[in-house]
């Protein structure tokens, strides 16, 4: 099995912020909310480490996504993405939603939920809170010679810095 870690981050091309997070307590099912304006269209990042096995779409929602960009290096790979939140409805107050991340690698799947609030483009409350300049999620697997057809992959620790 082999570790490897897929960091994640975001911007957003409108109000040229990067996600932010709010902490929530023990208020809904998650402690942390990142805050995620409706209507724009943000530049996502993801970075794998070691290069494991070639990612080949990332899902955000219902968002199938493939990467614009992929730049190869010896000891990872970058991809970049374009990621529209057209379609997104405000969260009300006192609400948070589950948004699901699926991860898509030739022979494996990293999956996880984020807690989330989307707001209106430019409203001021998504930048209050925590700067997210990534997110990393900490996957195990096997890959290469040996490897199951396909895993189905969940973080084992996940990080927000």
């Not at 080949?56 to 968002?63: E, K, P, S």
């Not at 991340?101 to 001021?124: C, G, M, R, W």
């Not at 195990?140 to 490897?147: H, T």
């Amino acid at each position: 099995m082999s570790t490897f870690t897929v960091s994640f981050s975001a911007f957003d091309r409108v109000n040229k912020n990067n996600l932010h997070f709010k902490a929530d307590g023990k208020r809904f099912s998650s402690e942390r909310t990142i805050k995620i304006c409706c209507d724009v269209k943000y530049d996502v990042s993801v970075t794998v480490r070691p290069s494991v096995s070639r990612l080949q779409r990332l899902v955000i929602g219902g968002d199938d996504i493939t990467p614009d960009s992929v730049e190869e290096k010896p000891e990872y790979t970058n991809y970049k993405f374009t990621w529209f939140t057209n379609g997104y409805t405000e969260t009300k107050k006192g609400q948070r939603h589950e948004l699901h991340f699926s991860f898509l690698f030739e022979n494996a799947e990293l999956v996880t939920d984020f807690q989330v609030k989307f707001y209106p483009i430019q409203h001021t409350s998504v930048t209050w809170g925590t700067e997210i300049n990534r997110i990393e999620l900490i996957g195990k697997g096997q890959f290469g010679r040996g490897a199951a057809a396909f895993q189905t992959l969940s973080p084992i620790d996940i990080t927000f810095r």
